[in-house]
């Protein structure tokens, strides 16, 4: 995977600056013009009125200078022993779906990333602050931990019962297998409603309009409420958000 990280160097003096903006404007471009993998539809409804590229870029780099030490504050402020160290990359592939993640490097180092997709579609720095304090929100709630723990007992629940039932190695790793995926689902949504919660006093302490910036929600596909679906209906995550700026008015967070 390419990365272009959007580091120090993007931020230290005005060549470095003026270099990170004429790269990722070209990649921008390039993104809005390449055509959908597979001939399919956007899973988004691309918001109206989107900021030229020039500007989504300025807007992200802006975004990235201001939420990174606060989302570092608020790792730091709210864990122990953990890796408050965050890297925030651009997955420059122009053929990748808009999209945000959350993972670690080999060294344990927190990575938020961002697809140039999803860049081009946030319709102001509002979306861009939210959906980073989301990402990040993960790190610092240890949901990646939590995920691979539930893995790894949903795996060993439908693995005994293999075994217990008299299945062949095929079958108890066939189980194993799906007892990890059901594992690693089953408290998914709580998990992102967490993240939710937690991405808006992030960005709320940052500056920005957690409001305003979760409406990027109106425009992806609602999962509904899914049987182990992994995410929540936007519905409900609008309803964190809404509950939990109600709280940071009144002084209650």
């Not at 990722?24 to 691309?46: D, M, T």
Request: proline fraction near 6%.
């Amino acid at each position: 995977m390419a990365m272009a990280a959007i580091g120090q160097a993007a931020y230290t003096g005005q060549k470095g600056r003026n270099l990170a903006l004429a790269g990722l404007v070209l990649a921008l471009l390039a993104a809005c013009e390449a055509p959908v993998p597979g001939g399919s539809a956007p899973a988004y409804a691309p918001a109206p009125d989107l900021p030229p590229p020039e500007v989504q870029v300025e807007n992200f780099i802006s975004v990235a200078r201001r939420m990174e030490p606060q989302i570092e504050a608020e790792c730091r402020a709210r864990t122990r022993g953990r890796n408050c160290d965050y890297q925030i990359v651009v997955d420059d592939r122009p053929d990748q779906p808009a999209n945000a993640f959350q993972t670690e490097d080999k060294y344990g180092r927190p990575v938020v990333g961002f697809t140039l997709g999803l860049i081009a579609e946030a319709a102001n720095r509002d979306e861009l602050a939210f959906v980073m304090g989301h990402e990040a929100a993960h790190h610092i709630a240890g949901h990646l931990q939590s995920k691979t723990r539930d893995a790894v007992a949903g795996a060993l629940i439908l693995g005994v019962l293999a075994a217990a039932g008299g299945g062949d190695a095929g079958a108890i790793s066939r189980a194993q297998d799906l007892g990890a995926s059901v594992g690693a689902r089953t408290y998914s949504k709580d998990y992102e409603l967490e993240a939710d919660e937690l991405g808006t006093v992030i960005t709320w302490n940052a500056g920005y309009d957690p409001l305003r910036g979760a409406q990027f929600f109106t425009r992806i596909p609602d999962p509904g409420n899914r049987f182990l679906g992994t995410h929540p209906a936007n519905r409900l995550r609008m309803d964190v958000v809404r509950a939990t700026v109600e709280a940071l008015r009144a002084g209650q967070l």
